[in-house]
C-alpha cells in the first residue's frame, strides 16, 4: 500500500518562466539518459554513471575545489591525498545517484529481494499506523531519494520537501518520477511552501526532509563541525508547534545500487517554553546529528554545496 492517493503528483515548477533552448537541450539530453538508463538496467547504470563522474568530476576545478575546502573548513588536519580520495567518491556517489533515479521503483524495501535494507523497520511502519504527524529528516548522503521511497512503500501519509530546478520541464519531470514511487505530495522550498508544510503536519502527514543545505533567507546560525552555518530550522519549528517527533534517517551506500536505511528513535529533546530558544537548541541538535553521519562516512555526503558563510573560504584562499 502506498502512502498517497493515485492522484497526479503535485509539485510547484517553475511554469512561469519562459522555456528556453537550453531548457529544451537539457530536458532532452535527461530524457535521452534515462532511457538508457533503463536500458542497461540499474547496476550497469549506477556503474557506468559512477565511474564517468568520478573520473569527469575531479576535473571541474570549480565544484571540485568548492568541495576541497569545505573539507579543510570541516577536517583541518586531513591530508590532500585523503581529500583527493573523498572527492572522487563523491562524484562517483553522485553519478550512481542520478542514475538510479531512472530505477527508483527497483529500491522498494519490500520486494523478495530488496536493494533498500531498513534498520528500525518498525519505526517506519508505526509512523503509517499511528496517524500523526512526524518528521524524518536526513541529508545528501548515498542515494538520499530513498528515504521517502521507504515511506511510501510503508504506507505512511507523507509529503517531501524539494527544491524545485531551475529548469521548468525537468522540475516536471522530476515531479512525475518521485511521485510514482514517492509521495504525490512535493512541497517546494519557499515561503509558499512553508504554508503547504504546515498543512501537511496539520493533516498528520510524515514530512521528509533534508536539512544539510545552506539556507540564507530564513536561516539560523547553527554549529556545523565547528562553524556557524546558517541551517533550515523548519523541522524544528514544526516538531515543537505540532508536538511531531522527529526521526533521523542514515543512508548508506553498501556496494553498488544496494543500500541500508537505518532510522533512530525519536530525537529526545525536552522544551524549555522558549520557542526561539528551543528552536534555536533543537536545530543545534539536528546539525551535530548530521555532523556525526558525515564524519562517520564523508565520501558518501555531497561536499559540492557552500555550506558555511563566505568569509570561511576567503580564509583558504
Known amino acids: ?12 515548477t517553475a511554469r512561469r518562466r519562459r522555456i528556453t533552448l537550453l531548457n529544451r537541450l537539457e530536458f532532452a539530453l535527461a530524457l535521452t539518459l534515462g532511457a538508457f538508463f ?11 554513471s559512477g565511474g564517468f563522474t568520478r573520473f569527469i568530476g575531479p576535473k571541474l576545478k570549480g565544484l571540485s575545489n568548492r568541495a576541497r575546502r569545505n573539507l579543510q573548513i570541516a577536517f583541518p588536519d586531513m591530508e590532500k591525498a585523503e581529500q583527493d580520495a573523498i572527492i572522487r567518491d ?20 519490500d520486494t523478495d529481494n530488496p536493494r533498500l535494507e531498513i534498520i528500525g523497520r518498525e519505526k517506519i511502519y508505526g509512523l503509517a499506523e499511528s496517524g500523526g504527524p512526524a518528521l524524518c529528516v536526513s541529508g545528501h548522503f548515498a542515494n538520499w531519494e530513498l528515504m521517502a521511497v521507504a515511506l511510501n512503500a510503508a504506507g505512511v501519509k507523507n509529503a517531501i520537501i524539494y527544491r524545485a530546478a531551475n529548469n521548468p520541464l525537468l ?8 511521485g510514482r514511487v514517492m509521495s504525490r505530495r512535493q512541497i517546494a522550498k519557499g515561503k509558499r511552501g512553508g504554508r503547504e508544510m504546515i498543512d501537511a503536519v496539520k493533516s498528520g502527514a510524515t514530512i521528509a526532509m533534508l536539512i544539510d543545505q545552506k539556507l540564507t533567507t530564513g536561516g539560523v546560525a547553527s554549529p556545523f563541525f565547528g562553524k556557524p552555518a546558517m541551517t533550515a530550522p523548519a523541522a524544528a519549528r514544526l516538531a515543537l508547534k505540532y508536538d511531531a517527533p522527529i526521526y533521523i534517517g542514515r543512508i548508506e551506500r553498501l556496494l553498488g545500487a544496494h543500500f541500508r536505511l537505518t532510522v533512530s528513535d525519536p530525537v529526545a529533546f525536552e522544551p524549555s517554553g522558549d520557542m526561539n530558544a528551543d528552536i534555536q537548541s533543537l536545530t543545534d541538535r539536528l546539525n551535530l546529528e548530521i555532523e556525526k553521519l558525515v564524519r562517520a562516512n ?3 555526503w555531497l561536499w ?5 558563510p563566505k568569509e570561511e573560504y576567503r580564509r583558504r584562499d
Open 1 to 12: 500500500m502506498n502512502g498517497e492517493s493515485k492522484s497526479p503528483a503535485k509539485g510547484r
Open 38 to 48: 533503463r536500458l542497461v538496467g540499474v547496476d550497469a547504470a549506477s556503474a557506468i
Open 90 to 109: 563523491v562524484w562517483e556517489n553522485l553519478g550512481r545517484t542520478a542514475a538510479e533515479f531512472a530505477h527508483l521503483d527497483k529500491f522498494n524495501p
Open 171 to 178: 522540475d516536471a519531470l522530476i515531479i512525475k518520477e518521485r
Open 298 to 300: 564523508p565520501g558518501q
Open 304 to 308: 559540492l554545496h557552500r555550506r558555511w
